[in-house]
């Protein structure tokens, strides 16, 4: 089936130590998506990819960066994670032939210690 | 003024009745209109989207919009305590990004 897949489910790291999170999909959509979202609050996007295009939301901290190498996956890195960066992270895709729904991974839930 | 706006609940209903989730929005612009379904602890199902004024139906789900009011609904008929989840609304202003509601929580009473 196709899926939006996203390693690893759960993350814990130290507080300022680096981490990454990954985003693969077998759905060969155009458009990728990094949300944040914490407990009993909408998802917040942080930024998303036309193909190459990187478009970064203009509130989303430098802390964050985000690469996509090819079409299928995409990389979420926090530079120096704090305590409030603490959330659920999601990853969704869509295809630009598509009305704009979005497809999510099942997300990967980051703790700070 | 938030830009997607939900009543956050919790939204009781008896098994086998309708449930009605309400969301209005701020951008006139605002082109596709969708409703996600989130269970605790995961990801945003997607459930329903519509694009024009009127009513959208599918099974048990109908979404209704009605842009000159700025208002977007979800009724689902024939509530099953599956149903139980919190219901996020999400609105595409043209720019394929969605910004979302903080979701109403929805309960169904066996």
């Known amino acids: 089936d196709a899926m939006v897949i996203q390693n690893p489910r759960y993350q814990v790291t130290q507080f300022g130590k680096p981490v990454t999170l990954s985003c693969s999909q077998t759905?060969?959509?155009?458009?990728m998506y990094w949300y944040q979202q914490k407990s009993s609050q909408a998802p917040k996007l942080l930024f998303h990819y036309y193909d190459k295009d990187f478009n970064n939301e203009a509130d989303t901290p430098d802390n964050f960066q985000s690469r996509r190498p090819n079409t299928s996956f995409c990389f979420l890195d926090i530079r120096s994670p704090g305590l409030g960066d603490a959330a659920m992270y999601l990853c969704?895709?869509?295809?630009?032939?598509?009305?704009?729904?979005?497809?999510f991974g099942p997300g990967t839930r980051l703790t700070v210690t | 003024q938030k830009e997607v706006e939900q009543n956050s609940g919790p939204l009781s209903v008896p098994e086998g009745a309708i449930a009605s989730l309400n969301c209005t929005y701020s951008d006139r612009g605002s082109q596709s209109f969708f409703w996600y379904r989130q269970y605790s602890g995961k990801s945003p199902e997607l459930i329903m989207f519509?694009?024009?004024?009127g009513d959208k139906e599918d099974g048990r789900f109908t979404a209704q919009l009605n842009k000159a009011s700025q208002y977007v609904s979800l009724l689902i008929r024939d509530s099953q305590p599956s149903d139980s989840a919190t219901y996020l609304c999400?609105?595409?202003?043209?720019?394929?990004?969605?910004?979302f509601g903080s979701g109403t929580r929805l309960q169904v009473q066996p």
């Open positions: 999400a609105v595409d202003t043209g720019r394929r990004a969605l910004t």
């Open positions: 759905l060969n959509h155009n458009v």
């Open positions: 969704a895709t869509s295809s630009l032939a598509g009305g704009g729904e979005q497809y």
């Open positions: 519509i694009y024009s004024n």
